[in-house]
Each structure stands twice: as structure tokens, then as C-alpha cells.
């Protein structure tokens, strides 16, 4: 099997494969005979048949003493020295023809008799007087100089040899890459092609089909000749693709991935050759490395302008090329282009085909010929008018600045990139500009700008730059937005107390006198209040005239305002006045692009709507901001997005949802470049883990390194309390009471008991009764149930189920009741299972083992459903205690009602009983929301009962019985 680089062979002559005797098998391609094609890969002779033939037809004529030439020519790859060997050695056998090689190359054109002196070398002919006049020949100083007399003398004395040779045996002369023969032996073989008449001499020239000034007046000159015939070769049609690659590869992978190799290749044999390698090497088909296989084989100047039309991409001109690569003109360059084409190198339109091809040529180029292309093609498109992001394109690839209007152009397209969410695109272009900007308020700007985007896409990555942002604010070269947004860096990354330093730099130099950056200095105080306490402890916002304190001003993100309006709020227990305007700027963050505070004021948005009861909204919208910012490429947006979905699945007992959210957060955005803000994430998955019984899991998330900076924001609140519900699941009680406490204090210190941040109180309280001091919980728990934000179901809730706990056995059952309801409104299933857990003991306590059954079904498959391994475990071994039959008048429960119900409304009410809320019973059913609203309706006037809790627990039954 010949390979790809035997098909073409290096510059010089190769040597010639062995050639094996003709199969005798009797399997030919249809229409072929072993005869015709001897044991040659049928591949290597594909849709070659007519030139066979005519090859044939010239070679009996030159038996027959009238020699004759061809010129073979075709595009790169399509086999021309292919079928030139497989003629020869063909001739040789059938007819003891002589056969003598010679390829030319580009690198000895300047070599006088060069390729003469191989054809004489190969056939060990004896040159005599010749070669002393060759010696002696002048070279000639250009193509088509008239020849000296020496030099057409030496060629008459060199033909005469051949000619004698030719005499005595036929004779196959075969030349390849005949454009690349020196000036001499090109005057030689001109003088052979002329006298071929009479002869036993069969000349094959082959070349390629660039069509230089040069190759045009060779052919003008010997097709001039009655004698000498033109074939030419075609890229192989798709069918004839198909079959050579069968034969390399077999019919399985050809099967899965055949076609698109075909395509890929546009019928070029070399090409296909080059691919079918990768694949038997084991290794996917890269088109890019395949293509510069065939490239590496052409001459200098063809890859000089390749590489320039991979430079310059899909928009190059052929004027373009030619000012690119020094070219003489266009002529030259729309010649080799149409030969690429024509070889299937290049797509119909003369581009490189895609981006992977434009990309292995480019990576191929040594550096300092990428850099100067680049050079020029920036001031090429800079001159053309061309846009900012075109020419910076080249700037950035060149990693030059040495034009004047290079800084401009930079920081335009970067600006452009930043709108269009190219994050990694403006980051090249600040990171250039700032290197060739002098000016220091002018490096401070575009260093402000590179930061905002390298955060988008690593926070820890700016930490190299706040040094001198901090600096520069000092010096006065930033405004109050931009010294705002270096504050909020230095806060993600810990340095509160150079935060706290800027920020009341910027207060003094203010002085009260303008009223935007007041405005903004009271806008960002407040906001620190509620997410950084710990540094606004003693801290007061400046006044601001009230007609001012909403206006928007020129130069100060207006989302500033909101971040702050909605911050007010949330440490004010003020969430229901702000439902509205949290909802307006939610659907602005997900169809806007979003800056450093849209951002942040999403997210205390999603949190109004958390503490507002508001759970499945703040999911959906949660999720939604994560798909806008996975699709636009923002990684941290996407982890902070990710991190505040995880907590609402929390919340709502989507426990496995909750960890796949963060770990994704994780993902996004490693531990180390979240900051301070890593609490939130590691928070979330330690309770997902606590909750679904893997201590183990939650243990190790709490090993990740986490500062002493993180305890002065909410960021330290959260995972405080996280660990020590932690401690609580796992047994440990004075380390959970130990935190939950610490959590007290941290609220109470940063004044912001009301807001509601973590309802510590109760888990204090649960601590305190799995260490038996029944007075401090009962104490906690109506604390708890006192406070501002008691009326919130999701703290209410679990609030009464520890003051049940602590209760005395006759109030259980009505404070459960109430509980049981507060946890299905909020959402919350985790605390539906413990709080149906308990009310299940109640009743059992109480002597109604039925209806204990069916509590503890209902929180069975709650807890089997969220995947809550330990309480399904507790659950299990509770219902020992239950064991027993129901009465058999009890157990079908048709007297009760239960019978009246249609199927619909008994799978709505089963569903029920099993504690779905309305909406997930619409999923389950595939129908709506309102539909399930009706048939419940229309169950409880039937069965005679005004709530759901009341619903017969038979239900459960009947469900298995209907479907």
C-alpha cells in the first residue's frame, strides 16, 4: 500500500515502489481488467481508466517508431505520479520498455542541467563531449532568454544520446513537476519533444495546473506540436472518495463517518490519503493536519499566500493577497488560488474550508512570519476603513501596538466585545491597550475595564490589578462608579478594610458638594449594611435630599440605586413593598446585558422574593438567569446564578437539584476565585447533604479554606448556621448549639435581628432538647415565634414543630396541624417529612394508630421522593411500631365517600394525600394547575371535609388501586 507521501514524493525522485506481477485472482474493479491494472491498489487508479487507455494508444505508437510527448497535468493530489509509476511499470513488464525518471524542484532551479543530469544518472548514459559542454554552458539568466549556442549545442549532443538509446530499446521518459526544471534542461527537453518523430521515445511531462507566465509559454511551446497530446486529471468524484477510503479504512468506518470524510476532502486522492492515515493510526481525522500534509509539498510562495488567506480569513481579496506577500500581481495569486481550488484544497469560493483548516495553518506558521502578516493586515483593514474589532483582531494576534491609532482601535472593539459577551475577545484587547497606553490616567481607565471583564471571567484574576486601581482612585485619575466597582472587588476578595479606606476617601473628597456622588456613596452604604455588616457596623450613610435619592445620574450605574433600595428592604423586614419593583428588574437583568450591580441586584431580588414566601418564583427566576448567563458565556454571572438556584431547590427540598446547582457554581467558578462569596455555594451543599443523610459529604465540604473575612458578610452567616445544622444531624449538639449561638451574636452586633437572615433561634432551640434542657428551647422557640418575621411560613413552620416537641403530649397534635399546613404552603418538603414525622408520633401517642399510618406514609414517600436516606430509614423503623391491619370497614373507606369520587378526582385526591402540592399534581397528571384546583373542590363538597388535611387517608390506597 502506498502511502501519502509515496503518491507525490518528496522534491527530487523518489524511488519507485516494487511492482508485484498481475493478480490472478480474476477480482477486478467492473470494466477493468488485471491486465489493465496489474496488482495496483484500484484506489490509486480511480476514474483513471481513459488515461490509461490513452497512454496505451501513445505507447504503441512510439513502438512503432513515432514518438510522442504528454503533458499530465492535474491539481496537487489527484495522482499524477501515481499513474505515471503504475504506466511505467506496466510498460516495462508488458514491453520491456526502459523506463527513466527525473523530478524537478523548486530548491535546484538554479542548478544548470539539473534534472537532465538525473535522467543521464539514472540511465548510467555516458554524456561524453556533452558533459564538457554542459560544464562550460553559461546558465541562462531568465526563461526565455534566447539559448547560446553552447547551450543549444550541448542539448543537440545530449539528445543524440537519448535517441541512440531510444534505438536499440524503447524508451519512457517520465518528468515530474516539469514548471520546477531549470532554465537548461527545460531548453533540453524542448529539443527532445521536437525531434520525437522517428523515434522510440515516449516523454511524459507532468505538472500541476498553476498557471504561471512561465508553465504558459512551456505549453504554448510543445502543444504547438502535432506530436505531443494534453491529459488532464480531475479530483475524484464522491463515489470513486467513497471506494478509496473503503479500501484504506473498510466498510465500517466508512459507513459512520465516510461521507463527511469525502466532503471534507473535495475529491483530492492526497487528501484523502492523509485522513485515512489518521484514522488507522487510531486517532479521530483532523482535516486541519491533513491539509497541511499537501500544503508542506507545494512550493514556498503557493504556502505564503495560504497563509496569508488564512490570515486574513473569509472577507480576503486577491488585492489583498497580493499587498500581504509582496506579490508581483494579482495574475499570480488568483492562479495559485484557482489551482487550490481546483484541487479541492480550498472550497468553490477560494477559502480555506472552515475553521479548523484556517486554524492548523495558522498554528503551523513560525512566529515571526504570523506576527509580521498580522502587522499588515491590521494596517490593510485600518486603511480600508475596516471596523474597530476587525482590525484588532490582528493587533491582538500580532501582540503589536506599533502603530499610532492601534490604543483607540483596541479599546473600541474591546468596548464592542464587552456588548456582545466576547468576554475573552475584550480581555486581549484591554490587556494590549493598557501595555501600549503611557498616560497614567488613561492606563487607570482601561485598567478599570480590563478588570470588570477579567471578572466575569475569574474574580481571583483581578486581585493582581486592585493594588494600583486602589492607586489610581487615590490620585483622582478614576471616577466615583469606577471607584465604586474597584470597592466591590476589594470586598469579593476580603480586603474589607481597603474597601472601607476608599470608601471613606471618597466621602471626604465629596464632601457633601455633588449631589451624583453622594447619591452613590449613600446607595453603597446601605448595601453594605445588609450584605457586609460586620464593616458598616458604625458606619452611616451621607445624606441625600430626598428629590434626589432616586434620580439617575449621568456616570452611576442605576442599578446601584436598586441593589441598595432592595438591600434597605431585606435588612428593614420590608420584602413585601419591594416584591413589585424586585420582579421589574429581574426580567431587566435576563433580557439586558448586565453590568457589575445588575448583577448583584439580581441576586438581593431573587432574595426579596425567598423572604417574601415567594420560593418557586425566586426558582424560576433563578433558573432563568442562569441560562441567559450560561449562554452568553459569563462565568461568573452563571456560578452566582447557579449558587442562588441551589438554595431555592434547598428550600424547597430539592435536595439533589440543590447539589447539582452548586457543584455546577463550583464549576464555573473553582472555591478560590469565589472569594468571600464561597459560603453561599458550600453552605447550600452541606445542608443538601445533612438533609439527605451523607454527613460524610457534608463534612468534607466544610474543609474547604474559607478566610476570617468571609464571618464579617452574610456569605459567614450562612455557612455558620449550615455547619451547625450540620453538627445537629450528626449528634454533635454543643458544636451545633456553639454555632448556632455564635449566629445570634453576629446578628444582634451587625443589627440585623429583624431581617431575617437565619432563623438560628429554632435550631438553637432544637439543640438545646437533644441536650434536655427543655427550658432554654421552650424560651428560643417563642423568641423565635415573637419576632417580626414570624408570620413567614418557612420560620414558623419549623418554629412550631420544636415548640410541639417541647410541649406537653395534649398540645402537639393542633401545633403540628398548623405546622403541617405552614411547611406545604412554603414549599419546604424537608420540613414536611419532620413535621409529618412527628404528628404521626402524636397520633400515635394518642391512640389513633390510622391515622398515624397515614402521616407516616405521607412523609415515607416525601422523604423516598427527595431523597432524604436517613429520615426514610427513621421512617422505616418507626412504622414497626405501627404494624397491624386497619379494620376491614375501615380499609376500603367507600362508606366515607370515597366512592362517589370519579377516577380523575380520586387520583387528584390521593395525589393530595400524599402531601403534592397543586402544581406538582398538574405535572404528574399532565394537565393544569386550575383543572386540579376544580376536581379538589368538587372532592372536598363530595367527602364532605374543608381542607386537605382532612381528606380520608384511604386515598393513599385507592391510588394504588386506580393507577
Same mark, same amino acid.
Given at each position: 500500500?502506498h ?16 511492482f ?17 491494472f496489474g ?10 481508466e ?10 504503441? @505508437?512510439?513502438l ?34 526502459r ?24 540511465a ?5 563531449p556533452?558533459?564538457?559542454l554542459m560544464?562550460h ?12 549556442p ?25 518528468? @515530474? ?9 527545460l ?9 520525437l ?9 507532468? @505538472? ?5 507566465p512561465?508553465?504558459r ?57 492523509a ?26 510562495g ?5 497563509r ?8 480576503a ?6 499587498r ?16 487550490l481550488t481546483?484541487?479541492?484544497l ?7 474550508? =472552515? ?19 498580522r ?14 474589532e ?37 480581555v486581549?484587547?484591554l ?5 501600549a ?13 480590563l ?49 472601607v ?36 457596623k ?34 428593614g ?6 416584591v ?13 446585558? =448586565?453590568?457589575?450591580? $445588575?448583577?448583584?441586584?439580581?441576586l ?10 415567594? $420560593? ?72 443538601a ?36 445544622r ?14 448556632f ?13 429583624t431581617a ?19 427550658d432554654?428551647?421552650?424560651?428560643l ?5 415573637s419576632?417580626? @418575621? ?48 412527628d404528628?404521626?408520633?402524636a ?11 397515614v402521616?407516616?406514609r ?22 414497626g411500631?405501627?404494624?397491624? $391491619? ?20 380520586r ?57
Amino acid at each position: 500500500m502506498h502511502t501519502a507521501h509515496d503518491v507525490l514524493g518528496p522534491a527530487g525522485v523518489p524511488a519507485a515502489p516494487p511492482f508485484s506481477e498481475p493478480s490472478t485472482d480474476g477480482k477486478c474493479p467492473p470494466g477493468l481488467t488485471n491486465d489493465k491494472f496489474g496488482s495496483y491498489h484500484v484506489a490509486s487508479l480511480l476514474e483513471r481508466e481513459v488515461h490509461i487507455d490513452r497512454l496505451d494508444t501513445l505507447l504503441d @505508437d512510439c513502438l512503432r517508431q513515432a514518438g510522442r510527448a504528454v503533458v499530465l497535468e492535474g491539481p496537487l493530489g489527484t495522482g499524477k505520479t501515481e499513474l505515471m509509476r503504475a504506466f511505467a511499470g506496466r510498460a516495462a513488464r508488458r514491453h520491456g520498455v526502459r523506463v527513466v525518471t527525473a523530478g524537478c524542484s523548486a530548491q535546484e532551479r538554479a542548478l544548470p542541467f539539473g534534472v537532465a543530469g538525473q535522467l543521464f544518472r539514472a540511465a548510467g548514459w555516458s554524456t561524453g563531449p556533452a558533459e564538457r559542454l554542459m560544464a562550460h554552458t553559461a546558465p541562462a539568466t531568465a526563461a526565455g532568454d534566447a539559448p547560446s549556442p553552447a547551450l543549444l549545442h550541448a542539448c543537440r549532443e545530449l539528445a543524440r544520446s537519448v535517441f541512440a538509446a531510444a534505438a536499440e530499446t524503447p524508451l519512457l521518459i517520465t518528468v @515530474d513537476d516539469i514548471s520546477d526544471a531549470d532554465e537548461e534542461s527545460l531548453h533540453f527537453l524542448r529539443h527532445l519533444v521536437r525531434h520525437l518523430p522517428q523515434s522510440r521515445l515516449l516523454l511524459i511531462l507532468a @505538472d500541476g495546473t498553476t498557471s504561471s507566465p512561465e508553465q504558459r509559454r512551456l505549453y504554448a511551446e510543445l502543444l504547438r506540436h502535432p506530436h505531443v497530446d494534453r491529459l488532464h486529471l480531475a479530483p475524484l468524484s464522491r463515489p470513486a472518495a467513497l471506494r478509496l477510503l473503503t479500501e484504506e479504512l473498510g466498510e465500517d468506518v466508512v459507513r459512520r463517518a465516510g461521507a463527511e470524510l469525502a466532503d471534507a476532502a473535495g475529491g483530492n486522492a492526497l487528501l484523502l490519503r492523509a485522513l485515512a492515515e489518521q484514522g488507522r493510526a487510531g486517532s479521530a481525522p483532523r482535516y486541519g493536519a491533513a491539509l497541511l500534509s499537501c500544503l508542506h509539498r507545494v512550493d514556498p510562495g503557493v504556502l505564503r499566500i495560504v497563509r496569508a488567506l488564512a490570515v486574513l480569513g473569509d472577507d480576503a481579496q486577491e488585492a489583498d493577497l497580493v499587498r500581504l506577500t509582496d506579490d508581483d500581481g494579482a495574475e499570480t495569486v488568483g492562479d495559485v488560488l484557482a489551482s487550490l481550488t481546483a484541487a479541492g484544497l480550498l472550497d468553490d469560493s477560494g477559502r480555506l474550508r =472552515g475553521d479548523d483548516a484556517r486554524g492548523a495553518v495558522l498554528e503551523d506558521m513560525p512566529a515571526y512570519e504570523h506576527a509580521e502578516l498580522r502587522l499588515r493586515a491590521a494596517k490593510l483593514r485600518h486603511e480600508a476603513g475596516a471596523g474597530a474589532e476587525a482590525v484588532a483582531e490582528h493587533l491582538v494576534a500580532a501582540d503589536s501596538t506599533q502603530p499610532s491609532w492601534a490604543v483607540p482601535v483596541l479599546t473600541e472593539a474591546a468596548e464592542h466585545a464587552l456588548l456582545d459577551h466576547r468576554l475573552r475577545a475584550a480581555v486581549a484587547c484591554l490587556r494590549l491597550a493598557h501595555r501600549a497606553t503611557s498616560g497614567e490616567q488613561a492606563r487607570a481607565v482601561i485598567r478599570h475595564r480590563l478588570v470588570q471583564a477579567e471578572r466575569e471571567l475569574n474574580p481571583a484574576a483581578t486581585a493582581r490589578h486592585l493594588g494600583a486601581l486602589t492607586a489610581a482612585v487615590r490620585a483622582g485619575h478614576l471616577g466615583t462608579d469606577e471607584a465604586l466597582a474597584v470597592v466591590q472587588q476589594l470586598l469579593w476578595l476580603g480586603r474589607g478594610e481597603e474597601a472601607v479606606g476608599v470608601l471613606d476617601l471618597l466621602r471626604a473628597r465629596s464632601g457633601g458638594r455633588v449631589p451624583a456622588e453622594v447619591g452613590a456613596l449613600r446607595d453603597i452604604e446601605i448595601w453594605l449594611a445588609y450584605t457586609h455588616p460586620a464593616l458598616a457596623k458604625g458606619r452611616r450613610p451621607p445624606s441625600v435630599p430626598a428629590e434626589l435619592r432616586h434620580a439617575v445620574v449621568p456616570g452611576i450605574d442605576p442599578h446601584l440605586g436598586t441593589a441598595a433600595a432592595l438591600a434597605g428592604a431585606l435588612t428593614g423586614g420590608r420584602t413585601a413593598s419591594v416584591v413589585g419593583p424586585a420582579l421589574r428588574l429581574l426580567r431587566e437583568a435576563q433580557l439586558r446585558s =448586565g453590568t457589575l450591580w $445588575t448583577e448583584e441586584a439580581a441576586l438581593l431580588a431573587v432574595r426579596v422574593l425567598i423572604h417574601a414566601g415567594r $420560593t418557586d418564583e425566586a426558582a424560576q427566576w433563578s433558573e432563568r438567569l442562569l441560562t441567559t448567563a450560561e449562554r452568553r458565556d459569563l462565568p461568573t454571572a452563571a456560578a452566582r446564578y447557579a449558587a442562588a438556584r441551589g438554595e431555592t431547590a434547598l428550600l424547597r427540598g430539592e435536595l439533589l437539584v440543590a447539589e447539582e446547582n452548586c457543584r455546577l457554581a463550583l464549576t464555573r467558578l473553582p472555591p478560590a476565585a469565589w472569594g468571600i462569596a464561597v459560603g453561599l455555594p458550600l453552605s447550600t451543599l452541606v445542608l443538601a447533604a445533612t438533609h439527605r443523610g451523607e454527613h460524610q459529604a457534608a463534612a468534607k465540604h466544610l474543609t474547604h479554606a474559607v478566610g476570617e473575612a468571609m464571618f464579617q458578610s452574610l456569605y459567614g452567616l450562612r455557612y455558620l448556621f449550615a455547619r451547625g445544622r450540620h453538627h445537629l444531624a450528626a449528634g454533635h449538639s454543643h458544636a451545633a448549639l456553639a454555632d448556632f449561638l455564635s449566629c445570634g451574636e453576629l446578628v444582634r452586633s451587625w443589627g440585623l435581628d429583624t431581617a431575617g437572615t437565619v432563623p438560628w433561634r429554632t435550631y438553637a432551640a432544637e439543640a438545646w432538647l437533644h441536650l434536655d434542657n427543655r427550658d432554654q428551647a421552650w424560651r428560643l422557640v417563642h423568641e423565635q415565634l415573637s419576632r417580626s @418575621d414570624a408570620d413567614r411560613p418557612s420560620v414558623r413552620g419549623p418554629a412550631l414543630r420544636l415548640l410541639a416537641a417541647a410541649a406537653p403530649a395534649g398540645r402537639r397534635i393542633p401545633l403540628l396541624t398548623e405546622a403541617i399546613e405552614l411547611t406545604e404552603s412554603s414549599g419546604d418538603r424537608y420540613e414536611q417529612v419532620r413535621v409529618l414525622t412527628d404528628l404521626s408520633r402524636a397520633y400515635q401517642a394518642a391512640g389513633n394508630k390510622r391515622r398515624a399510618r397515614v402521616l407516616l406514609r405521607q412523609a415515607l414517600h416525601v422523604a423516598n421522593m427527595c431523597g432524604m436516606r436517613p429520615l426514610t430509614q427513621e421512617l422505616l423503623s418507626v412504622s414497626g411500631d405501627l404494624d397491624g $391491619t386497619v379494620p376491614a370497614d375501615e380499609d376500603t373507606g367507600y362508606d366515607s365517600g370515597i366512592g362517589s369520587l370519579s377516577p380523575s378526582e380520586r387520583r387528584v385526591a390521593s395525589l393530595a394525600v400524599l402531601g403534592y402540592t397543586n402544581r406538582e399534581i398538574a405535572v404528574r397528571l399532565y394537565v393544569t394547575a386550575s383543572t386540579v384546583e376544580q376536581h379538589l373542590t368538587r372532592v372536598y363538597r363530595k367527602l364532605g371535609v374543608r381542607r386537605r388535611k382532612d381528606l380520608p387517608a384511604d386515598l393513599w390506597a385507592n391510588l394504588r388501586k386506580t393507577g
